[in-house]
Nanobody, 127 residues
């Protein structure tokens, strides 16, 4: 049984940093897309970042425009874990953040493309 477990969320002041972790079990995702989405109250779930294997030990990364330059997605394949380092946080980053894996159903930008999901972790940025 595949499980994705997020951790690292919390309350932080604007300008601060948090690092989210997503530990996968039940399957290895080394050669698969892993991504992060977020959902704020009353809004649809939106793409944040994703990482796709590009050959050898290299990964291609992509980010939403709203987080580019502030967030970094990375992976530790030995731990089957993906991270999201979030710097210069803004109040508008407040949301539940979800880890997702295996976008074989479509484009990595769309939540409907992903097969596996974590339960989400709350990130709250105060002004």
């Amino acid at each position: 049984q595949v499980q994705l477990v997020e951790s690292g969320g919390g309350l932080v002041q604007a300008g601060g940093s948090l690092r989210l972790s997503c530990a996968a079990s039940g399957r290895t995702f080394t050669n698969y897309v892993m991504g992060w989405f977020r959902q704020a109250p009353g809004k649809e779930r939106e793409f944040v970042a994703a990482s796709r294997w590009s050959g050898g030990s290299s990964y291609y990364r992509n980010y939403a425009d709203s987080v580019k330059g502030r967030f970094t997605i990375s992976r530790d394949n030995a731990k089957n874990t993906v991270y999201l380092q979030m710097n210069s946080l803004k109040p508008e980053d407040t949301a539940v953040y979800y880890c997702a894996a295996d976008s074989s159903r479509g484009s990595w930008y769309y939540s409907t493309s992903y097969v596996y999901w974590g339960q989400g972790t709350q990130v709250t940025v105060s002004s």
